[in-house]
């Protein structure tokens, strides 16, 4: 492997590579444990706004007639 490639220091010989997470838990920083419940709350939250705007916009092509056509500047 190349002294100064992009893959330097990733894996251990014969291992996996340790990023991220694994790297903190080595050091003896883990992560907080507000964390998981804060991020996977966001998540959830922003799936769910999703779905619900298209939701809407199908509700609404729907209900208006107007909004079936495509914008080809004929009316």
Aim: hydrophobic letters at 45%.
């Amino acid at each position: 492997m190349l002294e100064n490639g992009s893959l330097r220091n990733c894996c251990d010989p014969g291992g996996r590579g340790r990023f991220g997470l694994a790297e903190r838990e080595a050091a003896g920083a883990p992560r907080p444990a507000w964390v998981v419940p804060v991020l996977s709350s966001v998540l959830i939250f922003t799936t769910v706004v999703d779905i619900l705007g298209n939701l809407l916009v199908i509700v609404s092509v729907f209900k208006n007639r107007k909004l079936r056509n495509s914008a080809d500047g004929t009316d």
